[in-house]
């Protein structure tokens, strides 16, 4: 597929195209999505939840006992036409380099209890370590009923992006198999095509791209041409031809570098309306300001305003996809074919597109290929078989760059680039650094099968990362019944540490994993004292189950209480209420 070259834009520089490229590659993998697929058309909406990564924290049954029948029965229609899948593909994503889930937010699917709730709530991790501790966190995302009283719509007093909840309940179409279809035209494109794209999901060319305002008969286009002139730098041109008033100019100043589609504010805020959630919304610039956009029904007024003011604000909390260019569309103009997005949206952004020649999704994992690498006055070949990095050198010749090594002397780049792809340490070829940096980006979105087919095609299991981290580290992502058995077969050791010290046990229980793995891996002979280390003093897994369940609701508290009760120090089992604290309730 030729990619027709995009204008530079402050909204869309090389760091979000790169980003929202590995994104749709890896953070949503085939497998995932299909057999999520396969339990939905099942009618099985646990299963499909559990293939997605998703937890399920509510019973319908239960509903029913506490809200009336008629509230479980539209709880259970909302939950037998849900895409898990969907909902995580369309989950805002960190604005770093990990490409994670962003942390401690709640879209509001829908509101069977009306508005004085429960709601139905996906909610993602919610991170207790600094960022830069050394792990990201796991990125399974819960699915339960949180009461009205527990999250507001508004951004009060106090409030801030890390507490905000976003209404998806108006927007059906990112998680409700039954309105994807509408994701074309909610986008800001017609009925044939989306904008940008040409209806078999090609991108337009910049010919094709209107030269001026095309009115409000092709949608399209009009979009296109509202978009176009935001990306080119003529913000308050954009604005102006999508009738928004600025209330001043730091605010043009801040949407310029924001990828706002503003054309399409009118449509979603007059939407919101009729639903009876007024003409008001708003969404996060920063941790500490949000752009809120307020529609009187004549002309759309944007305005900085900041959290935790003197005053209440307002204004609801859309989902980016209500007020940004579609991520989507954006990756596909940088050259991510249309045969690589989640089958739905597919369907709904290219209407024209024939039948794939193969299954439609993000790209699988494929074998490492051989690459080449200057040896001394040669070029050597490397390749990943037989469980590890084979190099053309004899093994007399290894041994001896063994010895230099052991005695700090010069050894050859191929021997160099075997030793960092089981250590961490040191050089790799830029071929071999990349698909390491893309096998562990995969494990950590939840990719089982990428590192079963890794495995499968003659990869090397003692591989670390440039965080010294070993599969075993990466564990808590991933299916740990189906992989650590082989893992453990391969030789990898259960206590091995990262560069911080830290033991794949206490990577579990420190950044979101499940006991049943903490479990296993105690079961295959972890230790449990000096799991990881504080500065020079050691940690052991009791002391840490304790402080970390204290900070945070654990996944099943009743299986971490069990497992903290059975671990015996030198003063025996733990002693009576001294297990886990009770789970505290996220603010």
């Given at each position: 597929m030729?990619?027709p070259r995009?204008?530079?834009s402050?909204?869309?520089r090389?760091?979000?195209?790169?980003?929202?490229?590995?994104?749709?590659?890896f953070?949503?993998?085939r497998?995932?999505?299909?057999?999520?697929t396969e339990?939905r058309?099942?009618?099985d909406?646990r299963?499909?939840c559990?293939?997605?990564?998703i937890?399920v924290r509510?019973?319908?049954?239960?509903a029913?006992?506490?809200h009336?029948?008629?509230f479980?029965?539209?709880l259970?229609?909302d939950?037998r036409h849900?895409?898990?899948d969907?909902v995580?593909?369309h989950?805002p994503?960190?604005?770093?380099?990990?490409?994670?889930v962003?942390?401690?937010?709640?879209?509001?699917?829908?509101?069977?209890?009306g508005?004085r709730?429960?709601?139905?709530?996906?909610?993602?991790?919610?991170?207790?370590t600094?960022?830069y501790?050394?792990?990201?966190w796991?990125?399974?995302?819960?699915?339960?009923?949180?009461?009205?009283?527990?999250l507001t719509?508004?951004?009060s007093?106090g409030?801030?992006?890390?507490?905000?909840?976003?209404?998806?309940?108006s927007s059906r179409y990112?998680?409700d198999v039954?309105?994807?279809?509408e994701t074309?035209?909610?986008?800001?494109?017609?009925?044939?095509?989306?904008?940008f794209?040409?209806?078999?999901?090609?991108?337009?060319t910049?010919?094709?791209?209107?030269?001026?305002?095309p009115?409000p008969?092709?949608?399209?286009?009009?979009?296109?041409?509202?978009?176009?002139?935001?990306?080119?730098?003529?913000?308050?041109?954009?604005l102006?031809a999508?009738?928004?008033?600025?209330?001043?100019e730091?605010?043009?100043?801040?949407?310029?570098r924001i990828?706002v589609?503003?054309g399409r504010?009118?449509?979603?805020l007059?939407?919101?309306a009729?639903?009876?959630?007024?003409?008001a919304?708003?969404?996060?610039?920063s941790?500490?300001?949000?752009i809120?956009v307020?529609?009187?029904?004549h002309?759309?007024?944007?305005?900085m305003?900041?959290?935790?003011?003197?005053e209440?604000d307002?204004?609801l909390?859309?989902?980016?996809?209500c007020w940004?260019r579609?991520?989507?569309?954006?990756a596909?103009?940088d050259?991510?074919s249309p045969?690589?997005?989640h089958?739905?949206?597919?369907?709904?952004l290219?209407?024209a597109?024939?039948p794939?020649d193969?299954?439609?999704?993000?790209?699988?994992?494929?074998p490492?290929?051989?690459?080449r690498?200057?040896?001394?006055?040669?070029w050597?070949t490397?390749?990943?078989r037989?469980?590890?990095?084979?190099t053309?050198?004899?093994?007399?010749?290894?041994?001896?760059?063994r010895?230099?090594s052991a005695l700090?002397?010069t050894v050859?780049?191929?021997?160099r680039a075997a030793e960092?792809?089981?250590t961490?340490r040191?050089?790799l070829?830029k071929?071999?650094h990349a698909r390491r940096?893309?096998?562990?980006?995969?494990?950590r979105?939840g990719?089982?099968?990428a590192?079963v087919d890794?495995?499968?095609t003659?990869?090397?299991?003692?591989?670390?990362?440039?965080?010294l981290?070993t599969l075993l580290?990466?564990?808590?992502?991933?299916?740990?019944t189906?992989?650590?058995p082989?893992?453990l077969e391969?030789?990898?050791?259960?206590?091995a540490?990262?560069?911080l010290?830290?033991?794949p046990?206490h990577r579990a229980?420190?950044?979101?994993?499940?006991?049943?793995?903490?479990?296993?891996l105690?079961a295959?002979?972890?230790?449990?004292?000096a799991i990881a280390?504080d500065?020079?003093?050691?940690?052991?897994l009791?002391?840490?189950?304790?402080?970390v369940?204290?900070?945070?609701?654990?996944a099943?508290?009743?299986?971490?209480?069990?497992?903290?009760e059975?671990?015996?120090?030198?003063?025996g089992?733990?002693?009576p209420?001294?297990?886990?604290?009770?789970?505290?309730?996220?603010p």
């Open positions: 030729t990619v995009r204008p530079s402050a909204s869309h090389p760091e979000r195209a790169g980003a929202l490229m590995r994104i749709r590659r953070a949503v993998p497998e995932m999505i299909e057999r999520a339990r058309l099942a009618g909406w299963g499909a559990a293939a997605a990564g937890d509510l019973d319908p049954e239960q029913r006992r506490e009336g029948a008629e479980a029965d539209a259970l229609d939950l849900l895409v898990p969907l995580r593909w989950h994503r960190q604005a770093d380099d990990r490409t994670g962003e942390e401690h937010l709640f879209p509001v699917l829908s509101r069977p209890g508005d709730g429960p709601w139905l709530t996906v909610r993602s991790p919610r991170r207790r600094s960022r501790e050394g792990g990201p796991s990125q399974r995302l819960v699915l339960g009923l949180t009461a009205h009283e527990e719509l508004d951004a007093p409030r801030t992006r890390l507490y905000e909840p976003q209404l998806w309940s990112l998680w039954r309105h994807v279809h074309r035209e909610r986008w800001g494109g017609g009925p044939d095509r989306a904008p794209l040409n209806p078999d999901g090609t991108p337009r910049v010919a094709e791209l209107p030269t001026a305002d009115g008969g092709d949608r399209a286009a009009r979009t296109e041409w509202i978009d176009h002139l935001h990306q080119t730098g003529r913000v308050a041109e954009a102006r999508a009738g928004v008033e600025a209330a001043d730091g605010t043009v100043r801040v949407l310029e990828p589609s503003a504010w009118r449509a979603e007059g939407g919101l009729a639903l009876g959630y007024g003409a919304a708003g969404f996060p610039d941790y500490h300001l949000r809120t307020r529609y009187d029904g002309r759309v007024r944007v305005a305003t900041p959290y935790g003011g003197a209440p307002p204004a909390s859309l989902p980016r996809a940004a579609p991520e989507d569309v954006d596909v103009r050259g991510l045969d690589h997005l089958p739905l949206l597919r369907e709904a290219a209407p597109r024939p794939a193969g299954p439609v999704g993000p790209p699988p994992w494929e490492v290929a051989p690459v690498a200057r040896c001394g006055k040669e050597h490397l390749s990943l037989d469980g590890r990095l084979v053309p050198h004899t093994g007399e010749e290894q041994a001896r760059e010895a230099l700090g002397g050859s780049p191929c021997f960092s792809w089981r961490g040191g050089w070829p071929g071999l940096a893309e096998l562990f980006e995969r494990i979105h990719d089982t099968g590192l890794y495995l499968d003659g990869g090397d299991p003692r591989v670390r990362d440039g965080e981290n580290h990466e564990l808590y992502h991933l299916d740990h189906v992989l650590l082989r893992l391969a030789g990898l050791d259960v206590d540490e990262n560069g010290r830290s033991t046990v229980l420190r950044y979101g994993g499940d006991p049943s793995l903490v479990r296993a105690i295959a002979g972890a230790r449990t004292r280390y500065r020079s003093r050691p940690l052991d009791r002391s840490e189950l304790e402080s369940s204290g900070h945070r609701v654990p099943d508290p009743e299986r971490w209480r069990e497992l903290l059975e671990l015996r120090g030198p003063e089992p733990a002693a209420g001294r297990g886990l604290p009770r789970p505290r309730r996220d």
